[in-house]
């Protein structure tokens, strides 16, 4: 719920187990996963995207299902899983994947795969300096690697894998190595967490992160309905209570320990209309907020989010704040926080994009982001302030002139790369289908404005029909546009 | 945070001793005694003001150069040399007599200063040096520069061409000479005069070991400075306040109904208040001819010396603050004649400075809290990665400040850090939060806060910030205690500056 900036160089691999008297059991049941994927290219929106393989592991849960990282199966095409002593690969399909979490479910056709293997069963969180066992395939292994480590921390994390959700994450010491993504930590012959990410050595040495149960049963409660609904969130930054000015000010005690002030409302979000800056949040769901934005659950402190992080979506939630110094009672329906997104990696869909006279027009969000690193300041400020300065309300997507195929219809454009389009003819362009409204009329003459300063596109409607081939062709454009849906 | 603009700015001119050719003996740097007489030594002591913290200065630090004597008891130097000056010291080649020097006119955009012996009689019997402003392509140059020994030598090399280019300062472009030659690094050579023949054709500006090329600040730019400062105030070089884009695209030509074939450029941006602004230059405008001077599609005229340049030439050099020029523009087709007034824009009458040198910055403490006013070089204080990698707010307002801040605000006030003490609590954190009210009274400038906070409400101060967390408070009653323990603790030798 609390998203974070911070940007973490963060690597995903997995925990390597350790192994007591009843991991003989758990480890049959721990898969090689091999992914071939096809990861977008959104600096060639129209090609299918360059082919790769990834390895991971998985291991078998209730139902037959087995269990992984999103990260392991993004963007794929073909799935094979292998068992420990089994020369069989058996094909698997993804049932459900959560981006925002990290996890997903697969399934094998092949029934007489799960043949005298035991589902794993999920324990809850280990106590701190516990041993866990990590059990994976690490670089290039292709046997069952068992390491073993304790429990170093329990904190929220953020996840590299979207780069925007923070989670529960529960860190320990065991070696983590790439490749190893997916695998069960166990403790007691419970999986206690499922091993995601690591640092890379030169960041930190011995820290790997593995996913805690409360984030994996939640993932698993939410897809009974046949759905992955995601995470909801209450939309709202808040700052901690701890000045004892800050506090008398508000009407607090100053001495006092509980409140936080809540510093911005998101439009749209669960709680536009309910909540509003200034207030003061005292409780959430009859728990006391501390001022540090902590609660008490089940005799443990924990962040707040963490009473959000268990709900789902149109679940509610209650909170009693002060308000011009009254006490009042409000009950937020929650709902996802999808403008978030433009800073989230997004796996397994089409890149969207229309091209017109050579000209490509894109949404913005992180991969387009990470495949050109715009400089321009409109772009970059569409990007970096997209949430924080609530532009999703004028701009629901923010369209940028992501590149250029070069024509001669285009041969003096080239400095506009990069641009946040304002306005086709005079229509503003907030979304990619406006981009093909815009020049889908009949008009002699098409004037492009950009963001900032810079000179008008203009683009005479005959010649760039004339182009259109010339260009389909030179650049081996399989389509000239894909704007979401089948196609 | 780390200084490293300064850093870059001084490794180019004196990078480490290894010109990546071997020198030839053509172009090999000779012991030059001719110039003796018409060229001082240059030591100056100067303290970079710390925008961090903003109360100090940093440590001292010296240059050395070559300056060239002009008529009048007058030391020609580049502004770098003595930027932020403490103390400035004249040497003697021959005798080695030293004087201070008082330092006259200083020029940071076209990096020029004006030197003058404390003692008149200092330079009596120099061979003072005649500015010239013909050389061209095609010429050779001499750089002269001081040996560690304080011997002045002398490298020749040709000047390759003549063009409009960045200086120091970032969006500063002025004329350029530009020679291929291979330079000894000296370490005593910040400032380093350019002779044609004996005469003072301009001043080193930068030097890249690795192209082998050399940049001076030419002659013309040199005579520029000379004139604005003989005739009374120094104004500076004048800008318009504009921006335009090429009108090659035969398609853009026709949306702006402009005749074929010709010249001209599409004016794509005009500054609030800036000149071109107060004559009606509208955004849209195609801009066909600066006085006689007619304008290609590409923005270039033609220079009788140098064939085609830039038209910013004639804007900033050609001209002085104060004159008038006719701007031949063609609005909606129809051909109009606009008259500027060029003004120079001192860099602190701009909403954001784009430096500030010399001045100490202004700040605010209170209840430990520092607010500061920002300026582009405390944005640079983040290297040279500044506008990805400061604080993007604060990047922002440098950038869009015209279109940000509008009247009355007059300047960006921003929380820069807090100094931890016990009334800060859950504030530590804090940092680069732009201030729009303080009690409620908005924030225009850092003089409007000590007078918002005589007037508290309820007993607290109220800060109101652009961001999260979007307001805090301070005990009004304790504000000045908690400001003496700060000034104490931390060793502050005032709580502001405010001037």
Redesign the interface.
């Known amino acids: 719920m609390f998203r974070r900036l911070a940007l973490l160089a963060a690597v995903v691999v997995a925990t390597a187990p350790a192994v007591r008297a009843n991991v003989a059991d758990v480890r049959k049941s721990v898969f090689r996963i091999t992914n071939t994927l096809q990861a977008p290219d959104y600096r060639a929106p129209w090609n299918p995207g360059n082919i790769g393989r990834g390895v991971g592991a998985g291991f078998l849960i209730s139902g037959g299902r087995i269990m992984t990282n999103a990260h392991v199966i993004s963007d794929a095409r073909f799935i094979e899983i292998e068992r420990e002593g089994d020369p069989k690969k058996y094909p698997a399909k993804v049932e459900f994947v959560a981006n925002d979490c990290d996890l997903a479910v697969l399934t094998v056709l092949d029934p007489s795969f799960k043949t005298g293997l035991k589902e794993l069963e999920f324990g809850g969180i280990p106590a701190l300096e516990s041993d866990v066992t990590a059990l994976g395939y690490p670089i290039g292994g292709e046997h069952l690697s068992v390491t073993r480590g304790v429990v170093s921390r329990v904190d929220y994390q953020l996840f590299s894998h979207s780069a925007v959700d923070s989670h529960l994450a529960i860190q320990i010491d065991a070696a983590i190595n790439p490749g190893n993504s997916g695998g069960p930590v166990v403790q007691n012959g419970k999986v206690v967490g499922v091993a995601f990410q690591g640092y890379s050595g030169d960041v930190a040495q011995n820290v790997g992160y593995m996913i805690p149960t409360p984030v994996v049963t939640r993932f698993l409660k939410d897809i009974e309905d046949g759905k992955y609904d995601k995470y909801v969130d209450i939309a709202l930054?808040t700052?901690?209570?701890?000045?004892?000015?800050?506090r008398?000010?508000?009407g607090l005690k100053p001495d006092g320990n509980t409140g936080i002030?809540v510093?911005?409302v998101m439009a749209g979000g669960s709680c536009d209309g309910l909540v509003q800056?200034?207030d003061v949040l005292l409780t959430i769901d009859g728990l006391t907020i501390y001022s540090d934005s902590s609660v008490q659950i089940d005799g443990e402190r924990v962040e707040m989010p963490e009473v959000v992080e268990r709900k789902f979506k149109g679940d509610k939630i209650d909170f009693v704040l002060l308000r011009n110094r009254q006490e009042i009672k409000v009950t937020v329906p929650l709902k996802n926080a999808d403008p978030y997104l433009i800073q989230a990696f997004s796996y397994g869909v089409r890149p969207r994009y229309f091209i017109y006279a050579g000209l490509v027009f894109q949404p913005l969000n992180r991969n387009l982001m990470a495949a050109y690193n715009f400089e321009d300041?409109h772009t970059?400020?569409h990007y970096?302030?997209y949430v924080?300065d609530q532009l999703f309300v004028d701009r629901p997507e923010v369209i940028v002139l992501a590149s250029i195929l070069p024509d001669r219809v285009n041969?003096?454009?080239n400095?506009h790369r990069g641009m946040v389009v304002d306005t086709i003819n005079g229509k503003k362009i907030r979304r990619l289908e406006d981009v093909r409204e815009a020049f889908d009329v009949s008009a002699p003459?098409f004037?492009v404005k950009m963001l900032g300063?810079?000179?008008?596109l203009?683009?005479?409607k005959a010649?760039v029909d004339a182009a259109r081939d010339r260009i389909r062709n030179r650049y081996n454009l399989v389509s000239e546009s894909y704007l979401g849906g089948e196609g | 945070m780390r200084l490293l603009a300064t850093a870059a700015a001084f490794a180019l001119l004196l990078p480490t001793l290894s010109p990546a050719a071997p020198v030839t003996a053509a172009t090999a740097p000779k012991r030059d005694r001719t110039a003796d007489a018409s060229v001082v030594r240059v030591t100056s002591t100067n303290q970079q003001t710390d925008l961090i913290r903003p109360w100090t200065r940093k440590a001292p630090f010296t240059r050395r150069g070559l300056g060239a004597v002009l008529p009048k008891n007058r030391v020609l130097i580049t502004a770098e040399l003595i930027q932020n000056y403490s103390h400035v010291e004249l040497e003697k080649a021959e005798s080695g007599e030293r004087m201070e020097a008082k330092v006259l006119c200083v020029d940071y955009e076209a990096n020029l200063a004006l030197l003058e012996p404390a003692e008149p009689k200092y330079l009596a019997g120099m061979k003072p040096l005649d500015v010239v402003t013909d050389a061209v392509a095609g010429d050779t140059l001499r750089i002269l520069q001081l040996e560690s020994n304080d011997a002045v030598v002398s490298t020749p090399g040709p000047v390759t061409t003549v063009e409009v280019a960045r200086y120091q300062i970032d969006d500063a472009s002025f004329l350029l000479y530009r020679l291929s030659l291979s330079l000894p690094v000296k370490e005593s050579s910040f400032t380093a005069p350019v002779l044609k023949e004996n005469r003072l054709a301009g001043m080193l500006l930068r030097y890249s070991p690795q192209s082998q090329t050399a940049d001076v600040i030419p002659g013309p730019v040199v005579a520029h400075f000379l004139k604005d400062f003989e005739d009374g105030e120094y104004r500076g070089f004048p800008r318009a306040g504009f921006q335009f884009a090429s009108t090659r695209d035969p398609q853009l030509r026709q949306y702006a109904n402009m005749p074929a074939g010709n010249g001209g450029v599409y004016v794509t941006d005009v500054v609030e208040g800036m000149p071109a602004d107060k004559a009606g230059l509208k955004v849209g405008d195609v801009l066909l001819a600066l006085g006689d001077a007619q304008i290609d599609q590409d923005g270039n005229y033609n220079e009788p010396l140098y064939g085609r340049i830039t038209v910013s030439h004639i804007l900033s050099t050609k001209n002085q603050a104060g004159d008038k020029l006719a701007f031949k523009i063609l609005r909606e087709g129809k051909p109009m004649t606009l008259e500027v007034t060029l003004e120079k824009k001192a860099a602190r009458d701009y909403a954001v400075p784009p430096y500030i040198f010399e001045t100490l910055p202004n700040y605010v403490i209170a209840g430990g809290l520092i607010f500061q006013e920002l300026t582009r070089s405390h944005l640079k204080e983040w290297g040279n990665e500044w506008r990805r990698a400061a604080p993007q707010r604060l990047v922002l307002y440098d950038q869009q400040q015209t279109q940000l801040i509008k009247p009355p605000r007059k300047r960006v006030v921003f929380l820069s850090q807090v100094l931890p003490t016990a009334a800060t609590v859950g504030y530590n954190e804090l940092a680069f939060l732009v201030v729009t009210k303080v009690n409620g009274q908005p924030i225009n400038e850092l003089a409007d806060l000590p007078k918002a906070l005589e007037k508290p409400v309820d007993g607290f101060h109220k800060i109101e910030f652009e961001d999260h967390p979007r307001e805090i408070f301070l005990d009004a009653a304790q504000t000045a205690e908690v400001d003496q323990m700060v000034k104490k603790t931390y060793r502050l030798p005032a709580l502001s500056r405010l001037k």
Do not use: C, D, K, W
């Not at chain 1, 700052?239 to 800050?246: D, I, K, V």
């Not at chain 1, 300063?453 to 008008?456: A, D, L, Q």
């Open positions: 930054t700052f901690h209570l701890l000045n004892p000015a800050q008398a000010a508000l002030l510093s911005s800056r200034g300041l970059r400020y970096n302030f924080i041969s003096y454009m400095g003459t004037v300063s810079g000179r008008p203009v683009l005479q010649e």
